[in-house]
C-alpha cells in the first residue's frame, strides 16, 4: 500500500504528528500494537496525577484541624479507582482516540510495525511505503531490574498501580525518581504503610541535592521510609514480598518497581535503514531526523520522556516534513515538575551538570517561601543557576513549584538577563516572591 508518511507509534507526539500531517491532505498510515495516546493517558501523566490530586484533598482535609477548627477524614480509595476507570475511558480501551484518529483522516492500523527498508513498514504481512517517509514514535516500557528472585512474582509497575482497586496494607517502592516517589506518596496519604528503596544516595537523583534533601524530610516527617544509597540483594515472594536490602529483611504486602524506562526499538527493524539494531536511543538531528526518510520523536530520542517534549518534537518533524521553515529543536529551556507535596518544578541545568559543562558559573538560593510559606505551613525552597548574566537552569520547590517554574523557564529560554529579573515587580506575599530572595544571593 502506498501512502505519504507513515507513522509507527502513536503516543502523544505519534498522534500529534499523524494528526497534523493527515489534515494537511496527506495520506497518513498511523500504526501501534498497544493504545493510541500512549503510556501517559492510561497508565502515566493524567491517572497518576488524579492519584495524586486526591491524596492532595486528604491532605488538606486533616490540615483543617491546625487552620480552621475540627474536621473528621476518612480516606476512601474506590472513588479514586472509579475515577481513573473512567477516564481511561472505561477499563482501558482506546476506541474514542481512534476515532478521533480516523476522525482526522489517519488510516489506523493495529499491529507491530517493522522497517524493512527506507520509507518502508510492514506490518501482520502487510507492506506500507511511504513517498515521504516514516516518524518512529515507538516509546517505552517499564525497565524491570535483574534482581535475584524477582521474575515471576506478582510485582507491580505503575501500569498495574493505577488499576489497583484495594490498596495493600503496606508497599515498598524500589526506586525513588519521579514516579515512584510521586505514588509513594499518594498511597502513603490514603494509608498504605510506604518504604522507598533508591540505589542512588539519594531520592529524586537527577534533581538539585537541596531538593532532594527537603522532600526527603517531608516524606520521613509523613510516615514513609526512605532507605536511600540501598543495595537489593534479592526479591522472595511467598503470598507477601520480602525484599533483601543491604542484609536487612523488608516485608511488605506489595512490591511496586519504578525503576525507569527502556525504550522500544529492539525488533523495529533499524539495521535495516543502516542504523544499529542494539542503540538505546535514537539519534536524531535539529530537525528530529535520524537517516533517510525517517525522523524520530519522543522518548526514544533521549531528549526528555515527558509528554510535551513528544509534542514539541512532534511539531519540528512535521514542519520538516511538508519542507517548511520554522525553529530548529532547541533543549536548553527543557522543564518537568516531580507532582510531589510539595511540588519539585526544574528546567535546564543543575549546578553540577552546569559546572562540568564550564563557564561562569554562580548560583542563588532561598531556602524558603517567604511569609507565603509561613501562611501556608508549607517547606520549599527557590535555587538559580546563572552562566554570567543569564540563568542556565534553575529549580522552584513548593505547593506550587510546577507553576513558579514558568517564570523561570521562560528566563532561561529568552536568556533575560539577571539585571532585568532584578527590576521586576515580585507580587507580595507570593511563592513566586522566593525568586527575587534567590537572585538577591547570585
Given at each position: 500500500?502506498?501512502?505519504?508518511?507513515?507513522?509507527?507509534?502513536?503516543?502523544?507526539?505519534?498522534?500529534?504528528?499523524?494528526?497534523?500531517?493527515?489534515?494537511?491532505?496527506?495520506?497518513?498510515?498511523?500504526?501501534?500494537?498497544?493504545?493510541?495516546?500512549?503510556?501517559?493517558?492510561?497508565?502515566?501523566?493524567?491517572?497518576?496525577?488524579?492519584?495524586?490530586?486526591?491524596?492532595?484533598?486528604?491532605?488538606?482535609?486533616?490540615?483543617?484541624?491546625?487552620?480552621?477548627?475540627?474536621?473528621?477524614?476518612?480516606?476512601?480509595?474506590?472513588?479514586?479507582?472509579?475515577?481513573?476507570?473512567?477516564?481511561?475511558?472505561?477499563?482501558?480501551?482506546?476506541?474514542?482516540?481512534?476515532?478521533?484518529?480516523?476522525?482526522?483522516?489517519?488510516?489506523?492500523?493495529?499491529?507491530?510495525?517493522?522497517?524493512?527498508?527506507?520509507?518502508?513498514?510492514?506490518?501482520?504481512?502487510?507492506?506500507?511505503?511511504?513517498?515521504?517517509?516514516?516518524?518512529?514514535?515507538?516509546?517505552?516500557?517499564?525497565?524491570?531490574?535483574?534482581?535475584?528472585?524477582?521474575?515471576?512474582?506478582?510485582?507491580?509497575?505503575?501500569?498495574?498501580?493505577?488499576?489497583?482497586?484495594?490498596?495493600?496494607?503496606?508497599?515498598?517502592?524500589?526506586?525513588?525518581?519521579?514516579?515512584?516517589?510521586?505514588?509513594?506518596?499518594?498511597?502513603?496519604?490514603?494509608?498504605?504503610?510506604?518504604?522507598?528503596?533508591?540505589?542512588?544516595?539519594?531520592?529524586?537523583?537527577?534533581?538539585?541535592?537541596?531538593?532532594?534533601?527537603?522532600?526527603t524530610r517531608v516524606l520521613e516527617n509523613q510516615g514513609i521510609r526512605v532507605v536511600a544509597g540501598a543495595e537489593i540483594s534479592?526479591?522472595?515472594?511467598?503470598?507477601?514480598?520480602?525484599?533483601?536490602?543491604?542484609?536487612?529483611?523488608?516485608?511488605?504486602?506489595?512490591?511496586?518497581?519504578?525503576?525507569?524506562?527502556?525504550?522500544?526499538?529492539?525488533?523495529?527493524?533499524?539495521?535495516?535503514?543502516?542504523?544499529?539494531?542494539?542503540?538505546?536511543?535514537?539519534?536524531?538531528?535539529?530537525?528530529?531526523?535520524?537517516?533517510?526518510?525517517?525522523?524520530?520523536?519522543?522518548?526514544?530520542?533521549?531528549?526528555?520522556?515527558?509528554?510535551?517534549?513528544?509534542?514539541?518534537?512532534?511539531?519540528?518533524?512535521?514542519?520538516?516534513?511538508?519542507?517548511?521553515?520554522?525553529?530548529?529543536?532547541?533543549?536548553?529551556?527543557?522543564?518537568?515538575?516531580?507532582?510531589?507535596?510539595?511540588?519539585?518544578?526544574?528546567?535546564?541545568?543543575?549546578?553540577?551538570?552546569?559546572?562540568?559543562?564550564?563557564?561562569?558559573?554562580?548560583?542563588?538560593?532561598?531556602?524558603?517561601?517567604?511569609?507565603?510559606?509561613?501562611?501556608?505551613?508549607?517547606?520549599?525552597?527557590?535555587?538559580?543557576?546563572?552562566?554570567?548574566?543569564?540563568?542556565?537552569?534553575?529549580?522552584?520547590?513548593?505547593?506550587?513549584?510546577?507553576?513558579?517554574?514558568?517564570?523561570?523557564?521562560?528566563?532561561?529560554?529568552?536568556?533575560?538577563?539577571?539585571?532585568?529579573?532584578?527590576?521586576?515587580?515580585?507580587?507580595?506575599?507570593?511563592?513566586?516572591?522566593?525568586?527575587?530572595?534567590?537572585?538577591?544571593?547570585?
Amino acid at each position: 500500500m502506498d501512502v505519504d508518511v507513515i507513522v509507527l507509534g502513536l503516543g502523544p507526539g505519534g498522534e500529534s504528528a499523524a494528526t497534523q500531517l493527515a489534515k494537511e491532505g496527506l495520506r497518513v498510515v498511523g500504526i501501534d500494537r498497544r493504545l493510541v495516546g500512549g503510556e501517559c493517558p492510561y497508565y502515566g501523566c493524567i491517572p497518576s496525577k488524579m492519584m495524586i490530586r486526591a491524596a492532595d484533598a486528604l491532605a488538606e482535609g486533616r490540615r483543617v484541624d491546625g487552620l480552621a477548627g475540627a474536621a473528621t477524614v476518612r480516606a476512601d480509595w474506590s472513588p479514586v479507582a472509579t475515577r481513573i476507570r473512567d477516564e481511561a475511558t472505561t477499563d482501558w480501551d482506546d476506541q474514542v482516540a481512534v476515532e478521533r484518529l480516523e476522525a482526522a483522516g489517519v488510516t489506523f492500523v493495529r499491529g507491530a510495525g517493522r522497517l524493512t527498508a527506507p520509507g518502508t513498514v510492514e506490518v501482520d504481512g502487510t507492506t506500507y511505503v511511504a513517498k515521504r517517509g516514516v516518524v518512529l514514535n515507538t516509546g517505552t516500557e517499564p525497565a524491570v531490574p535483574p534482581i535475584p528472585g524477582l521474575e515471576g512474582t506478582p510485582f507491580w509497575t505503575n501500569r498495574e498501580a493505577v488499576r489497583v482497586t484495594d490498596l495493600p496494607a503496606s508497599l515498598t517502592v524500589i526506586g525513588g525518581g519521579a514516579i515512584g516517589v510521586e505514588l509513594a506518596q499518594a498511597f502513603s496519604r490514603f494509608g498504605v504503610a510506604v518504604t522507598i528503596v533508591e540505589a542512588a544516595p539519594r531520592i529524586l537523583a537527577p534533581e538539585e541535592p537541596e531538593a532532594s534533601v527537603l522532600v526527603t524530610r517531608v516524606l520521613e516527617n509523613q510516615g514513609i521510609r526512605v532507605v536511600a544509597g540501598a543495595e537489593i540483594s534479592s526479591v522472595a515472594h511467598d503470598g507477601s514480598f520480602v525484599i533483601d536490602v543491604d542484609g536487612v529483611s523488608l516485608p511488605s504486602e506489595q512490591l511496586l518497581l519504578a525503576t525507569g524506562r527502556r525504550n522500544n526499538l529492539a525488533d523495529i527493524g533499524l539495521d535495516s535503514v543502516g542504523l544499529d539494531p542494539e542503540a538505546k536511543l535514537l539519534q536524531v538531528d535539529e530537525r528530529m531526523r535520524a537517516g533517510e526518510r525517517l525522523w524520530g520523536i519522543g522518548d526514544i530520542t533521549g531528549k526528555g520522556a515527558f509528554t510535551h517534549m513528544s509534542m514539541y518534537q512532534a511539531e519540528i518533524a512535521v514542519r520538516d516534513i511538508l519542507d517548511r521553515d520554522g525553529p530548529a529543536a532547541d533543549y536548553r529551556a527543557v522543564s518537568r515538575v516531580t507532582f510531589t507535596d510539595p511540588e519539585v518544578g526544574s528546567v535546564g541545568l543543575t549546578e553540577h551538570a552546569a559546572r562540568e559543562a564550564g563557564g561562569d558559573i554562580r548560583t542563588g538560593l532561598s531556602r524558603d517561601l517567604g511569609t507565603r510559606g509561613w501562611i501556608a505551613q508549607s517547606e520549599g525552597l527557590v535555587k538559580l543557576v546563572a552562566d554570567g548574566d543569564v540563568l542556565v537552569g534553575a529549580t522552584a520547590v513548593g505547593p506550587s513549584g510546577g507553576e513558579v517554574l514558568s517564570m523561570l523557564t521562560a528566563a532561561v529560554h529568552a536568556r533575560i538577563p539577571i539585571p532585568t529579573l532584578k527590576t521586576m515587580h515580585f507580587a507580595y506575599p507570593s511563592f513566586h516572591r522566593s525568586v527575587m530572595t534567590a537572585l538577591a544571593e547570585l
